[in-house]
């Protein structure tokens, strides 16, 4: 859809845009809600409604954007809402009755030992807690949270002088507030990853200076060097405290936990290397691994069942905590794994896998973003020439005899493997039959093997086999959703790339699926502001 448009966005009862879409119409859902996302910083996890007139005007969930037209109006339904908090009051004997210490728990930051018991927080959150499965990545927009009540009346007051005569806070007036506002702001960072890149800590620094200039710094060349660094001080801080409490995501770099041979700082690092955002989760509440591991128990049997998907999703989501300790801490072997954890070698399991990792939908953000860069990508790749120019021009003849969704998309990955430089034959491997596939499958350490004959279109007579470490995971009708998969058994897994493919993973990964796309190698950097 080419002709601009524009929509009515109800974002809450009391907040009513217009959402302006120069290109038209996105042509999916995922789109739209990743432009609506991006517009207006929306940090929640949503979805969105439409006002359908031939039901008077009622709110519909919106499945296609074609239900949609110039001036309509669509509403942003949370899914995650924030929690309500009721306060009781009752009478209590005031010769019994004890204070609640409602002060925010501070570290020590090297910079002050100034306590906070004489400052009232806005949102006491209590740290000793290790934190719960997270619900969102990094988001794309930081949003500086609200520090105690005397800590941002000074803000306040600092910003005023600051607009008025541009004077910023002095190291003497800074000292009192560091404690509070690192320790609200390591808070928050925490709540999307332990680790934060410099990227990210440059990211919270500037958005800080941003929404309180008397905190800039004159004799920085970006007005928020010092806070970067602070951050990453106050994060190491953070997380030091956080094992004592057996934060798993912590405690599994401690050197105790390794083994004899790789008890070095730099050995073996055991931490989220793939934008992972539950990377090692603790267990849900009032489980542990005794209890979990009946709960497995118990899986093996019901997935043996009928018509029992339900009760199996449910079984797999209690027990995610649990795959990913054997993942991380074992490493075990993947036919081992399989025998453990029979149904999560499922395509609807490996999303949900996949989600529960990474908060992303596996399969439907990989589709969209490859079939909105596709027409691009034809086109860089048609430049190349040589030998690499000669076999995209012999993959792009595969759309003369099958010229389908399925096969434009496969095409495009193909093409996109050579372009990169890399082999196909190190992502896909042909058979003619069954025969020959079962006696050389299990030499593949991670492939897509694409079995039978596909020259008749709709034949039946042909799969593709996702095969790891020697051994069938899933089977497949469809190559693009094969390469989808792959990715999301990685994950699952926590399998490292393999390297004769570095470059289509990374593409895979930071342009298709949206993750971590910020650190790109200069390849996937020229590739990205090409197609995108």
Same mark, same amino acid.
């Given at each position: 859809?080419?002709?601009?448009?524009?929509?009515?966005?109800?974002?809450?009862?009391?907040?009513?845009?217009?959402?302006?879409?120069?290109?038209?119409?996105?042509?999916?859902?995922?789109?739209?809600?990743?432009?609506?996302?991006?517009?207006?910083?929306?940090?929640?996890?949503?979805?969105?409604?439409?006002?359908?007139?031939?039901?008077?005007?009622?709110?519909?969930?919106?499945?296609?954007?074609?239900?949609?037209?110039?001036?309509?109006?669509?509403?942003?339904?949370?899914?995650?809402?924030?929690?309500?908090?009721?306060?009781?009051? /009752?009478?209590?004997?005031?010769?019994?009755?004890?204070?609640?210490?409602?002060?925010?728990?501070?570290?020590?930051?090297?910079?002050?030992?100034?306590?906070?018991?004489?400052?009232?927080?806005?949102?006491?959150?209590?740290?000793?807690?290790?934190?719960?499965?997270?619900?969102?990545?990094?988001?794309?927009?930081?949003?500086?949270?609200?520090?105690?009540?005397?800590?941002?009346?000074?803000?306040?007051?600092?910003?005023?002088?600051?607009?008025?005569?541009?004077?910023?806070?002095?190291?003497?007036?800074?000292?009192?507030?560091?404690?509070?506002?690192?320790?609200?702001?390591?808070?928050?960072?925490?709540?999307? /990853?332990?680790?934060?890149?410099?990227?990210?800590?440059?990211?919270?620094?500037?958005?800080?200076?941003?929404?309180?200039?008397?905190?800039?710094?004159?004799?920085?060349?970006?007005?928020?060097?010092?806070?970067?660094?602070?951050?990453?001080?106050?994060?190491?801080?953070?997380?030091? !405290?956080?094992?004592?409490?057996?934060?798993?995501?912590?405690?599994?770099?401690?050197?105790?936990?390794?083994?004899?041979?790789?008890?070095?700082?730099?050995?073996?690092?055991?931490? @989220?290397? !793939?934008?992972?955002?539950?990377?090692?989760?603790?267990?849900?509440?009032?489980?542990?691994?005794?209890?979990?591991?009946?709960?497995?128990?118990?899986?093996?049997?019901?997935?043996? !069942?009928?018509?029992?998907?339900?009760?199996?999703?449910?079984?797999?989501?209690?027990?995610?905590?649990?795959?990913?300790?054997?993942?991380?801490?074992?490493?075990?072997?993947?036919?081992?794994?399989?025998?453990?954890?029979? @149904?999560?070698?499922?395509?609807?399991?490996?999303?949900?896998?996949?989600?529960?990792?990474?908060?992303?939908?596996?399969?439907?953000?990989?589709? @969209?973003?490859?079939?909105?860069?596709?027409?691009?990508?034809?086109?860089?790749?048609?430049?190349?020439?040589?030998?690499?120019?000669?076999?995209?021009?012999?993959?792009?003849?595969?759309?003369?005899?099958?010229? /389908?969704?399925?096969?434009?998309?496969?095409?495009?990955?193909?093409?996109?493997?050579?372009?990169?430089?890399?082999?196909?034959?190190?992502?896909?491997?042909?058979?003619?039959?069954?025969?020959?596939?079962?006696?050389?499958?299990?030499?593949?350490?991670?492939?897509? @093997?694409?079995?039978?004959?596909?020259?008749?279109?709709?034949?039946?007579?042909?799969?593709?086999?996702?095969?790891?470490?020697? /051994?069938?995971?899933?089977?497949?009708?469809?190559?693009?959703?094969?390469?989808?998969?792959?990715?999301?058994?990685?994950?699952?897994?926590?399998?490292?790339?393999?390297? !004769?493919?570095?470059?289509?993973?990374?593409?895979?990964?930071?342009?298709?699926?949206?993750?971590?796309?910020?650190?790109?190698?200069?390849?996937?950097?020229?590739?990205?502001?090409?197609?995108?």
């Amino acid at each position: 859809m080419s002709q601009p448009a524009n929509l009515r966005l109800i974002l809450s009862d009391h907040n009513i845009q217009k959402l302006a879409l120069p290109s038209g119409i996105p042509g999916t859902v995922e789109e739209l809600h990743s432009i609506v996302q991006a517009t207006f910083g929306i940090p929640l996890d949503f979805c969105l409604h439409f006002k359908d007139a031939d039901f008077g005007n009622e709110f519909f969930s919106l499945v296609s954007t074609t239900c949609i037209v110039d001036k309509d109006t669509i509403k942003v339904v949370y899914i995650d809402a924030p929690p309500t908090v009721t306060l009781t009051l /009752t009478d209590v004997d005031s010769s019994s009755a004890s204070i609640p210490d409602f002060s925010p728990l501070t570290f020590d930051d090297g910079c002050s030992s100034a306590s906070s018991h004489d400052t009232l927080p806005v949102s006491p959150r209590p740290m000793t807690e290790i934190p719960a499965q997270r619900s969102k990545g990094w988001p794309a927009e930081f949003l500086i949270p609200r520090f105690s009540a005397n800590t941002e009346i000074l803000l306040q007051s600092g910003n005023e002088k600051f607009s008025c005569s541009g004077n910023v806070f002095g190291t003497n007036d800074l000292i009192s507030l560091l404690p509070d506002i690192l320790g609200n702001l390591a808070e928050t960072i925490f709540e999307y /990853t332990a680790y934060p890149s410099s990227a990210n800590l440059s990211q919270v620094a500037g958005a800080l200076v941003k929404k309180h200039p008397c905190l800039k710094e004159p004799g920085s060349f970006n007005g928020c060097y010092g806070w970067i660094q602070r951050l990453k001080y106050k994060m190491n801080n953070f997380r030091c !405290k956080l094992r004592g409490t057996g934060c798993p995501e912590i405690v599994v770099k401690s050197l105790k936990r390794k083994a004899s041979h790789e008890q070095t700082p730099a050995k073996n690092v055991k931490k @989220a290397k !793939k934008a992972e955002v539950n990377y090692l989760p603790p267990h849900p509440q009032g489980e542990t691994s005794e209890s979990l591991e009946k709960e497995r128990e118990e899986l093996l049997s019901e997935v043996m !069942k009928k018509d029992n998907g339900q009760v199996v999703a449910g079984k797999m989501a209690k027990t995610f905590s649990l795959r990913r300790q054997e993942v991380i801490y074992e490493a075990p072997a993947i036919r081992d794994f399989m025998q453990r954890w029979p @149904a999560l070698f499922d395509a609807r399991q490996i999303n949900d896998e996949f989600k529960s990792i990474t908060t992303v939908s596996l399969e439907a953000t990989f589709m @969209a973003k490859l079939d909105q860069c596709t027409q691009k990508l034809m086109g860089v790749v048609s430049s190349r020439g040589g030998a690499s120019g000669a076999r995209i021009r012999q993959i792009k003849d595969m759309l003369l005899e099958h010229n /389908t969704i399925e096969m434009r998309r496969e095409v495009a990955i193909r093409c996109l493997v050579v372009y990169l430089g890399e082999k196909e034959e190190d992502l896909f491997k042909e058979y003619c039959d069954n025969e020959e596939f079962e006696t050389s499958f299990e030499s593949h350490v991670m492939k897509i @093997a694409i079995v039978g004959d596909r020259s008749t279109p709709g034949s039946d007579h042909w799969m593709a086999t996702i095969v790891m470490e020697g /051994t069938k995971c899933l089977i497949e009708k469809d190559i693009p959703r094969s390469c989808a998969l792959l990715m999301g058994i990685i994950y699952a897994l926590n399998i490292s790339y393999c390297k !004769k493919l570095k470059y289509t993973f990374e593409v895979f990964q930071k342009l298709f699926l949206g993750l971590d796309g910020l650190r790109c190698s200069a390849k996937v950097i020229g590739l990205k502001n090409t197609i995108f």
